[in-house]
């Protein structure tokens, strides 16, 4: 984390993959809700290597404002990865992100950051009418949220919401790797803090396109394989090895529950059996990637920290007050 100046009430961080067309009313609806909050403040834009006119959008509201800071990124690195370079540029001691899609809305703000000042540690949104499809957004993601808030212990109704406030410390101790904005919540748990859920409203996107959904063409050949491993899946190994395994696991558990029927039911003699061995041989291969995904998991961390390596790469930084 970069040291900057003490004493900087507010900042927003805001990241940006093509969002020309969203940047200047979301920066003139920020600007007039930060506005009335009598605090210091500044605005942390992340251009996630945009491809479109957003860099110029930006520039341009960068000129009129002195509160305004610009990290432009080398390429798309992320949501995730362009939170954490917003984060490591921060000042105040209140850290508000919010996605740069009109989807959450500015005049939610001050919420936030009354429920920070009533002594949170972290505040999350609740989007609670949210206006996308059921079955492609809504529905995976309260399955999503409710196994999230049952494995981490985190009572909230919903980790994905863009919109969070947090106190200066937690974004300090916040290692961010793969996508894993979407658990901030539950990555905190262990730091001990304390969370707070606000009702949030959630728009539709009016323009530009989400950026989640598509999915990725498999690699056949093992450099290739290799490749994509190191420059998609370093910073999140079980997301390729977790459902390798998983296919294993599920082919062994499926021949064993046949067997098991072969034996019950018709008395058979399973010694001899090849699928017998298929079947041990396949939950041996699950439980193996599976672990060698989370050892991996492990080993990333120690890499990234020990070498003190970033998961982004800045290619320019506009800033009024340089620290
Ligand atoms: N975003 C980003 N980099 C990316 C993808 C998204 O900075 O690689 C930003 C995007 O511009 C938006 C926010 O993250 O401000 C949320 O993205 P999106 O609206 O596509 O996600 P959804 O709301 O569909 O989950
Ligand atoms: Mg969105």
Same mark, same amino acid.
């Given at each position: 984390?970069? =040291?900057?100046?003490?004493?900087? !009430?507010?900042?927003?961080? $805001?990241?940006? &993959?093509?969002?020309?067309?969203?940047?200047?009313?979301? @920066?003139?609806?920020?600007?007039?809700?930060?506005?009335?909050?009598?605090?210091?403040?500044?605005?942390?834009?992340?251009?996630?290597?945009?491809?479109?006119?957003?860099?110029?959008?930006?520039?341009?509201?960068?000129?009129?404002?002195?509160?305004?800071?610009?990290?432009?990124?080398?390429?798309?690195?992320?949501?995730?990865?362009?939170?954490?370079?917003?984060?490591? @540029?921060?000042?105040? =001691?209140?850290?508000?992100?919010?996605?740069?899609?009109?989807?959450?809305?500015?005049?939610?703000?001050?919420?936030?950051? =009354?429920?920070?000042?009533?002594?949170?540690?972290?505040?999350?949104?609740?989007?609670?009418?949210?206006?996308?499809?059921?079955?492609?957004?809504?529905?995976?993601?309260?399955?999503?949220?409710?196994?999230?808030?049952?494995?981490?212990?985190?009572?909230?109704?919903?980790?994905?919401?863009?919109?969070?406030?947090?106190?200066?410390?937690?974004?300090?101790?916040?290692?961010?790797?793969?996508?894993?904005?979407? &658990?901030?919540?539950?990555?905190?748990?262990?730091? !001990?803090?304390?969370?707070?859920?606000?009702? $949030?409203?959630?728009?539709?996107?009016?323009?530009?396109?989400?950026?989640?959904?598509?999915?990725?063409?498999?690699?056949?050949? &093992?450099?290739?394989?290799?490749?994509?491993?190191?420059?998609?899946?370093?910073?999140?190994?079980?997301?390729?090895?977790?459902?390798?395994?998983?296919?294993?696991?599920?082919?062994?558990?499926?021949?064993?529950?046949?067997?098991?029927?072969?034996?019950?039911? @018709?008395?058979?003699?399973?010694?001899?059996?090849?699928?017998?061995?298929?079947?041990?041989?396949?939950? &041996?291969?699950?439980?193996?990637?599976?672990?060698?995904?989370?050892?991996?998991?492990?080993?990333?961390?120690?890499?990234? =920290?020990?070498?003190?390596?970033?998961?982004?790469?800045?290619?320019?930084?506009?800033?009024?007050?340089?620290?």
């Amino acid at each position: 984390m970069l =040291e900057g100046k003490k004493g900087l !009430g507010l900042s927003i961080v $805001v990241p940006f &993959f093509n969002e020309e067309k969203n940047l200047e009313e979301l @920066y003139g609806r920020l600007s007039s809700v930060l506005g009335g909050l009598n605090k210091d403040y500044e605005i942390i834009f992340v251009n996630d290597g945009s491809t479109d006119n957003t860099q110029v959008v930006l520039q341009d509201i960068f000129k009129k404002d002195e509160r305004v800071k610009v990290i432009e990124l080398r390429t798309n690195f992320g949501k995730t990865a362009a939170m954490a370079a917003g984060f490591d @540029y921060t000042r105040g =001691e209140i850290v508000v992100s919010m996605d740069g899609d009109l989807q959450d809305c500015p005049e939610d703000i001050p919420r936030f950051i =009354e429920k920070i000042e009533e002594g949170y540690d972290l505040v999350s949104g609740w989007r609670m009418d949210r206006k996308e499809p059921f079955i492609t957004r809504r529905l995976p993601s309260r399955v999503a949220n409710w196994f999230l808030a049952t494995l981490s212990g985190v009572n909230i109704h919903d980790f994905g919401s863009g919109l969070k406030a947090y106190r200066r410390e937690i974004v300090r101790n916040l290692s961010l790797y793969g996508d894993h904005h979407r &658990f901030i919540p539950a990555l905190i748990r262990n730091m !001990g803090v304390t969370v707070a859920e606000v009702q $949030v409203k959630n728009e539709p996107r009016r323009h530009g396109q989400s950026k989640y959904g598509l999915s990725r063409i498999p690699k056949v050949f &093992f450099d290739m394989i290799t490749i994509k491993f190191l420059l998609s899946y370093s910073t999140r190994p079980l997301h390729i090895l977790g459902p390798i395994g998983s296919f294993f696991g599920l082919c062994g558990l499926f021949l064993g529950a046949r067997l098991a029927y072969l034996k019950i039911v @018709y008395g058979e003699q399973l010694g001899t059996k090849v699928s017998l061995s298929i079947c041990v041989l396949c939950i &041996f291969l699950a439980v193996q990637i599976i672990t060698s995904g989370l050892l991996a998991e492990l080993l990333i961390r120690i890499y990234y =920290e020990s070498l003190g390596k970033k998961t982004y790469a800045v290619k320019h930084i506009l800033d009024h007050r340089p620290s």
